[in-house]
C-alpha cells in the first residue's frame, strides 16, 4: 500500500500553480504509446489553435505544431490534465491541484500514473511547477512518484 490516503497534502492548493506528471528519457515512439493508451483508456480532447480535432498521431502532432498551438486533455473525473507537447524527450502533464479535492480524483491520478508508468516502463513524478529541468534535481523535489517495477505512489514529504 501507497501513500495515496495522504492525497490532501500531495494536492495542496497554491493560488493556481500547476502540478505536473513528469516522465523523462522517452522516444516519439513513448509519445505514440501513451496517445495510444490514454485514448483507448479515457476520454480525450485534442485541439489545434483551440479548435477540437481528431486526434492525430504524434508525428503529425509535432509537424502541426510548427505552425499552430496544440492542445491535448485527457478527462479525469471532474477535471483534465492537459499536456502542450514541449518537448520530445520528456512528457509533461499539467494539472490544477485544487480539482483533485477528492480520495477519488486522487485516485484517477494516481492510477494515471500508474498506467503510464507500466506502459512506459519508467517512473513517474509528481512535481509542483517549475523552470527547472534536470531530471536528477526534479527528482529531488518531487512530491510523489510511481516506479513501474513497485506499481505504487511513494511520497516524499518536501515540507520538511
Given at each position: ?7 490532501r ?90 480539482d ?7 485516485d ?19 512535481v ?33
Amino acid at each position: 500500500m501507497g501513500d495515496e490516503h495522504r492525497y490532501r497534502e500531495i494536492f495542496v492548493p497554491d493560488s493556481g500553480a500547476l502540478l505536473d506528471l513528469r516522465i523523462f528519457d522517452v522516444t516519439p515512439n513513448d509519445w505514440q504509446a501513451l496517445l495510444s493508451f490514454l485514448s483507448s483508456n479515457y476520454v480525450v480532447n485534442y485541439s489545434e489553435d483551440g479548435d477540437p480535432r481528431p486526434l492525430p498521431d504524434y508525428a503529425t502532432i509535432k509537424q502541426v505544431q510548427k505552425r499552430k498551438s496544440v492542445s491535448f486533455e485527457v478527462l479525469l473525473p471532474g477535471f483534465a490534465v492537459c499536456s502542450y507537447f514541449f518537448l520530445d524527450d520528456e512528457i509533461e502533464l499539467d494539472l490544477l491541484p485544487e480539482d483533485v479535492d477528492s480520495k477519488e480524483k486522487a485516485d484517477a491520478v494516481f492510477t494515471l500514473m500508474k498506467g503510464i508508468a507500466v506502459l512506459l516502463h519508467r517512473k513517474v513524478l509528481l512535481v509542483e511547477e517549475t523552470s527547472i529541468t534536470d531530471p536528477e534535481e526534479l527528482r529531488k523535489i518531487a512530491v510523489c512518484e510511481c516506479d513501474p517495477v513497485r506499481q505504487e505512489i511513494r511520497y516524499f514529504d518536501t515540507h520538511g
